[in-house]
């Protein structure tokens, strides 16, 4: 019996090729067919790995899945296994290498076939060929190898029906070892964009909505967490949109998160509508800006209205709990440096909740390639073929995209610091979030800094040096440390203590007190109030100089951090100060002259009480009762 494999190295141990999925369920809708094995790897694994597991498994025939992340593994891979096993037939396929087939072949004697395009009915047909011993000139789709020539056959056509091919999830071919799946709904573009490989793709073409539906109810009774469509644009047509989100809401039961590429300026209103009672979670919009010059727009052959596309998104961020998620490419023909900037600013004030920044990819067989041939672009030569240079922008300026990019992932859409970011922006940078990030990517240039492990910690604590790196005097320079602080606090499991020199010293202090905090409460000190900060309110925060802030920490330690920040006036939450310090009731009065020399001194009783009466403190066993007998 024939053995076939077909095998695909991933970016990550996280992640599954649903091509291998697509192709199983396609070639095993008819009844007896020889059984496809599928092998995934990830690309954090040795070659030595990888290949001994195929060598073990000893293939008949190995169908790879390459796509721009594997090409270059995939070949050494195929290398080593047609040096193994030669009478293994070897098969590629997949966008990587569609394009280009004949002069792979020539250079790397190890491939046997290439699948180009669509694959499912060319797989099939190329399998039952060789399966057979017949001949394959006239299979459609394919670049194969005879003896010493390479002839590459007539495309082969798309697809009409997509419901042809079986769903994989439904089939059982794709396994649930992840916490979220990509999912295709439809194939091909409207648009014609000429960086993307979709606008070469033909016709768009959808799966039934029954289809969906059905596959939408396999999600729903899994284990997922995320189904991520891998439409272009999901709401290109209305009605069906329409009924996909009202499907969602109505049977998500477990609320897991869906994932849409969107083009907002033809987003309709009865759309915004129907998400906007969605609950938190249920959706992650994408929405591909890429630039705001209109000159770059129309050197890439896209095409969208500016202002209806801010007034979506607008809505969107102000009436739905939706997740978005906006779109930046540098390095787009026409688009300068401050292009660039510009459109970064313009992004940032539609308060995305995350902003992914990269420079464009000369993808194969996109039309992009044809302005590398012009001189107008120079790329990478080898997989990823970032842009690195073109007539409009030097390659340092593209390294300080680059750069940008990766902050702007790593500080703002991780969204631990949201308003700590915002205060930076709209007070020191005059409302620059491009002017900011540009001078935070030169600071961490200078400075050695690596452009990943961005921990709650690490943040905090460069921004901060970068803030005082400056030279600045102004009041927001001076408060900022405070709110970055608090935001701190906010993800960590296990709360730190204040500092020192900011933590008063309290009268009275007793071995057992009458009350204790309720567990899991803790309370911090700032130089000035972080919430008042949050909202830019800096003459407010400034005129109850120390603040302490009430905070309630997860304590269960293997859960994500939750914390929450119990919001009271100053005189509540200094009660809870002193009881965490241990202080007795009869020094409250003088510590909170010391502290706050120009604020009346307040009655204690009532807020004590209604502290008791909420639970947030309780009686501590063996406490004297007169520790707190009298409060005024």
């Not at 070659?47 to 594997?70: C, G, H, K, M, Q």
């Not at 096993?85 to 569609?98: F, R």
């Not at 991520?228 to 999901?234: E, K, L, P, Q, V």
């Not at 209205?305 to 998620?325: I, P, S």
Request: with cysteine; aromatic share 10%; charged share 20%.
């Amino acid at each position: 019996m024939i053995k076939i494999l077909a095998a695909a190295l991933n970016t990550r141990h996280t992640h599954s090729a649903l091509a291998l999925a697509y192709l199983k369920a396609y070639w095993q809708k008819v009844p007896d067919r020889q059984t496809i094995d599928i092998c995934e790897y990830d690309l954090n694994q040795t070659n030595e790995t990888i290949i001994a597991d195929l060598i073990l498994r000893d293939p008949d025939i190995l169908a790879f899945s390459v796509y721009i992340w594997s090409l270059a593994r995939t070949l050494e891979v195929a290398g080593a296994i047609k040096a193994a096993l030669p009478d293994t037939v070897i098969l590629l396929g997949g966008p990587e290498v569609s394009y280009n087939s004949e002069w792979l072949m020539q250079r790397y004697d190890c491939i046997d076939y290439i699948i180009r395009g669509e694959g499912e009915a060319t797989f099939a047909e190329l399998l039952t060929a060789l399966i057979n011993d017949n001949q394959t000139d006239n299979i459609a789709g394919i670049t194969r190898r005879k003896g010493t020539s390479i002839s590459c056959n007539p495309d082969r056509e798309l697809i009409s029906d997509l419901d042809m091919i079986p769903s994989p999830f439904q089939a059982g071919f794709y396994k649930e070892k992840h916490s979220f799946t990509y999912y295709e709904a439809s194939r091909g573009c409207p648009s014609k964009c000429s960086y993307c490989l979709s606008s070469v793709l033909g016709r768009l073409r959808y799966f039934s909505v029954e289809r969906v539906e059905a596959d939408l109810d396999w999600f729903f009774n899994s284990d997922y967490q995320q189904v991520r469509f891998a439409d272009r644009t999901f709401n290109h047509d209305r009605a069906r949109a329409r009924r996909i989100i009202n499907y969602v809401k109505a049977n998500n039961h477990r609320n897991i998160n869906i994932h849409f590429e969107i083009q907002a300026d033809f987003l309709s209103e009865d759309i915004i509508d129907l998400l906007s009672d969605a609950p938190e979670g249920m959706f992650h919009l994408e929405i591909g800006v890429q630039t705001t010059n209109p000159s770059a727009l129309q050197a890439v052959n896209r095409r969208f209205d500016l202002a209806t596309l801010k007034d979506r998104v607008q809505q969107l961020r102000n009436r739905t709990k939706c997740h978005l998620h906006l779109d930046l490419l540098g390095a787009l023909p026409h688009d300068t440096l401050a292009d660039f900037m510009q459109s970064l600013d313009d992004v940032w004030q539609l308060l995305p909740h995350s902003i992914q920044i990269s420079l464009v990819k000369v993808l194969r067989g996109t039309p992009l390639e044809n302005s590398v041939a012009n001189c107008e672009l120079a790329a990478m030569p080898a997989p990823p073929y970032t842009i690195l240079r073109t007539n409009w922008l030097t390659s340092k300026e593209a390294i300080h995209i680059q750069d940008i990019g990766k902050l702007v992932e790593g500080i703002y859409s991780s969204q631990r610091y949201p308003r700590s970011l915002y205060f930076i922006v709209d007070l020191l940078f005059s409302a620059s979030a491009a002017r900011f990030f540009a001078e935070l990517a030169h600071y961490w240039r200078r400075q050695g800094l690596q452009f990943y492990n961005f921990s709650p910690e690490n943040i905090e604590k460069h921004l901060k040096t970068f803030i005082g790196s400056l030279g600045l005097h102004s009041p927001a320079s001076r408060m900022l440390p405070s709110l970055l602080e608090h935001e701190l606090r906010l993800s960590q499991k296990v709360p730190v203590s204040s500092n020192p020199s900011i933590t008063p010293s309290f009268d009275n202090i007793v071995r057992k007190t009458l009350y204790r905090l309720q567990p899991g409460c803790r309370v911090l000190w700032y130089e000035f109030d972080p919430l008042l900060l949050a909202q830019q309110k800096l003459e407010l925060a400034a005129s109850s100089s120390p603040r302490p802030v009430v905070y309630r920490f997860e304590k269960d330690l293997s859960a994500t951090p939750d914390v929450e920040v119990l919001e009271m006036d100053l005189t509540t939450a200094f009660i809870m100060a002193a009881i965490q310090a241990r202080a007795e009731s009869g020094g409250w009065e003088s510590t909170w002259r010391r502290l706050w020399p120009n604020l009346p001194v307040p009655e204690f009783s009532p807020a004590l009480e209604k502290l008791v009466e909420s639970g947030l403190l309780y009686e501590a066993a063996g406490a004297q009762k007169s520790t707190c007998q009298s409060v005024d």
